[in-house]
């Protein structure tokens, strides 16, 4: 069973836990959420079965007034209303992880050498609004431009483009399992 390290995780797991058994989110009023939770950031969740990952949810700007109601968003959309697999089912939840990466700002690139994969993620936007987000750290992707071109494949723009005529944010994140 899944034992979160974090009490960002926790909030996810609760929230997938809670939705499972009552089809309800829990949020909470922002008297009831601790100072830290209280900002108005982003985030993703991650939910891996075993090692392979299962669903990664979140938005590059905060959709809730607190992260605390964002974590709660982004997990239930992760586990129950993703188009990528199927409704997380109670048997799975055994062999479930969760990770929340809260990002920072994204901000817009300027000088691409500047770009770490390891370190910054990264969202792309092509002038037809095609948009996709990569998160930092992502297996096999050793180079900025290993990054772009995962990013432009996800958001279906046209690998003829030039790259310099795409939008490039980065950002960094904070994992917590």
């Given at each position: 069973?899944?034992?979160?390290n ?42 891996y ?23 709660i968003e ?21 062999n ?32 037809q ?9 992502q ?17 279906g723009?046209d ?5 310099d ?6 950002f ?6």
């Amino acid at each position: 069973m899944f034992e979160p390290n974090t009490v960002y995780a926790k909030i996810a797991y609760d929230a997938i836990l809670l939705y499972l058994k009552t089809g309800k989110k829990l949020f909470r009023q922002a008297d009831q959420i601790p100072p830290a939770l209280k900002l108005k950031l982003s985030c993703y969740v991650s939910l891996y079965s075993g090692n392979q990952l299962r669903a990664c949810i979140g938005n590059p700007q905060p959709k809730c007034e607190h992260l605390y109601n964002e974590i709660i968003e982004n997990a239930v959309a992760a586990a129950f209303d993703n188009d990528q697999t199927e409704p997380l089912k109670e048997a799975e939840l055994n062999n479930i992880s969760i990770v929340v990466d809260v990002i920072s700002e994204p901000r817009p690139v300027k000088d691409r050498s500047l770009l770490k994969p390891g370190k910054h993620g990264v969202m792309l936007e092509d002038e037809q609004g095609k948009f996709s987000v990569l998160l930092p750290n992502q297996d096999g992707i050793d180079s900025v431009d290993q990054q772009l071109e995962k990013a432009r494949a996800q958001a279906g723009i046209d690998q003829e483009k030039p790259v310099d005529q795409l939008k490039i944010y980065s950002f960094t994140t904070t994992s917590y399992q």
